[in-house]
């Protein structure tokens, strides 16, 4: 047992002064199975901390659930890290930004009318106090004044950039405390006064959260926490990617040179990513800052080590920073060898098509006017109705959350994006079967726009009158890796939504490389585990298959494509493919 306390201008561990050297590595992007790998490989580094958030929406996906299995088993993950000799921050939330979809709060949670969202609304803090005492009962026993790893606790994040309702973090700090939680409490602003000011709370320890000009951000820091230890929570390393455009990269040299001239002030640092994983699922955020740009599958965030936990050159470069800094000689030994990835190709086979047969893919319901996609609880649906208009006809809807493929007759004829800010479509006739095709793209993490309904929003109408009389079929994406139970394999030419499945052979189960480019824009799922969403629009053009998935002998690869494939042939390359990356 330990005790961790906050002194004049150090963390104090027993008494003694403790910088932190910590990265981050958020437990829920990571194959459980490699969380221990990582982990070690951040020993080697020369870090003593490892961080992570905690995604409330992972846990909860249902009102009354709260789910620690697998990939979200908190406890497990910082029972590894402790096992390592290394402590740990915990970062819960409530709202986590993260490029984690809607920032971490469940979708549910918005359905209560008048519910409010980050400030003091009886509803919300009624929901996230339910939140905090399930998951800081795994973080409790887990403090190091308790025998565990934990060090410091996080009240929200980053919320001086959001609100100021001091009411509201209060409550959410004092909600920390009175589960039991004993370990200091941090809270994170970026460097700016306003920011400091708002998202912080006397008694608790103010942080920043910045990637460069470190003196001048810790400067503006101590301004508004006078005494006490100062700390980096988020050393910005590398950045995350949106669909459509580069990979972002941030130079090796620079980084550690920023590194270096944060721990020459004294401060300590979390890492911000120290190794970013992957966004398996449909569980990556989106930006809206007046632009809607939902971000990539892929969190390899440029970090020291890659998206499938290989070190790269800022490994080494951080490794000889940390070095100099560490209290403990930091173990010079190689980390495990990874084995080659085997590069091959299958053929896709049976094809099954949404349009064709859309009651084997999710709950058929009818509706006088088109329901959001949350009401449907749904992140893709189909919607379905007959019109009845002479000659051309416009299609147009208040405002499209986030993309449209629009069928008549059982032909494509256009595609509404948010993205574009698409409102309308000329429809060739007005007469037959419109079918729409509406997805979510990832909520928005960041800024006013968190807890936004998906869906077809405002009027939805044909030249001047509502479009009413609906049949909505709610896809049921973790089924589909089952549908060929249910729906007979079409031919291989037709048009929509297509699942494809092959089987594939795996001698060893190590990692494998999935490349996307000669698909449109879909799913994949290896073994029933979603690997993620893939856009031919890059960057990335490759999805990360964590060896664990895997087993000897025969393996099953499921691709949903929404549009087209240019080849229904799967490819297996050697590495990551990330995209191209801007000068
Ligand atoms: C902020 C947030 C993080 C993350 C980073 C950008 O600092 O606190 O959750 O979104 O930005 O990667």
């Not at 929901?127 to 800081?136: D, F, K, M, N, S």
């Not at 080494?316 to 990874?338: G, I, K, N």
């Not at 949903?560 to 000068?583: C, N, Q, R, W, Y």
Request: charged share 25%; hydrophobic share 40%; proline share 8%.
């Amino acid at each position: 047992m330990s005790d961790f306390a906050i002194g004049e201008s150090d963390f104090l561990l027993d008494g003694e002064p403790f910088r932190i050297l910590s990265g981050a590595l958020h437990y829920f992007r990571v194959h459980p199975d490699l969380w221990a790998d990582r982990i070690d490989k951040a020993r080697r580094m020369g870090l003593n901390t490892i961080e992570t958030y905690v995604p409330w929406n992972a846990h909860s996906p249902r009102r009354g659930v709260f789910d620690t299995t697998g990939m979200l088993d908190l406890g497990r993950f910082l029972d590894e890290v402790a096992a390592a000799g290394l402590h740990a921050i915990v970062r819960p939330g409530p709202y986590i930004c993260a490029e984690w979809d809607n920032g971490g709060l469940p979708a549910w949670l918005f359905q209560e009318p008048g519910v409010g969202v980050r400030r003091y609304e009886k509803q919300f803090l009624a929901a996230v106090e339910e939140y905090l005492g399930q998951v800081l009962a795994v973080v409790r026993p887990r403090q190091v004044d308790q025998g565990g790893p934990v060090l410091l606790v996080q009240v929200e994040n980053e919320y001086g950039a959001f609100g100021n309702d001091q009411e509201y973090l209060e409550a959410v700090a004092a909600m920390i405390r009175e589960t039991g939680i004993t370990v200091p409490l941090v809270t994170v602003d970026q460097p700016v006064p306003e920011m400091l000011t708002a998202g912080g709370l006397d008694g608790v320890l103010r942080t920043g959260s910045f990637g460069s000009r470190s003196v001048e951000r810790l400067r503006t820091l101590r301004e508004h926490q006078p005494t006490g230890p100062l700390m980096c929570m988020e050393f910005w390393d590398g950045w995350f990617d949106h669909w459509g455009g580069p990979h972002h990269t941030t130079g090796v040299e620079e980084a550690a040179r920023e590194l270096d001239a944060l721990l020459a002030q004294g401060a300590s640092v979390n890492i911000y990513m120290f190794h970013g994983g992957t966004n398996f699922g449909l569980t990556s955020g989106a930006d809206d800052k007046g632009v809607f740009r939902p971000t990539v599958t892929s969190y390899d965030y440029d970090a020291p080590l890659d998206e499938a936990g290989r070190p790269t050159a800022k490994y080494e470069a951080f490794r000889e920073v940390l070095s100099r800094y560490s209290s403990t000689p930091v173990d010079a030994s190689p980390p495990r060898a990874e084995a080659p990835a085997p590069r091959f190709t299958v053929a896709l086979g049976e094809p099954v098509r949404l349009l064709a047969d859309p009651a084997c893919w999710g709950a058929e319901t009818c509706h006088e006017v088109m329901p959001s996609l949350d009401d449907l609880q749904t992140r893709l649906a189909l919607f379905r109705t007959e019109i009845t208009v002479d000659g051309p006809a416009l299609l147009s809807v208040g405002e499209v959350r986030d993309r449209v493929l629009v069928f008549l007759d059982g032909a494509p004829v256009g595609v509404l994006e948010r993205e574009r800010r698409d409102r309308a479509l000329m429809l060739p006739h007005g007469r037959g079967r419109l079918e729409l095709v509406v997805e979510d793209q990832g909520r928005v993490n960041y800024g006013p726009r968190i807890g936004e309904p998906k869906g077809l929003l405002g009027d939805l109408r044909l030249d001047a009158e509502p479009l009413t009389g609906w049949t909505a079929w709610a896809v049921d994406l973790d089924a589909v890796p089952n549908l060929w139970t249910s729906a007979p394999p079409a031919s291989p030419a037709g048009v929509g939504p297509t699942a494809w499945r092959t089987s594939f052979p795996v001698g060893e189960p190590v990692d494998h490389f999935l490349r996307t480019d000669a698909w449109g824009k879909g799913i994949a799922w290896v073994n029933g585990f979603c690997l993620g969403r893939y856009w031919h629009r890059g960057p990335q053009h490759t999805l990360y298959v964590p060896g664990p998935v895997l087993r000897p002998g025969d393996n099953e690869l499921v691709v949903l494509e929404l549009e087209t494939m240019v080849d229904p042939t799967a490819t297996f390359a050697a590495g990551l493919s990330l995209g191209p990356v801007e000068d």
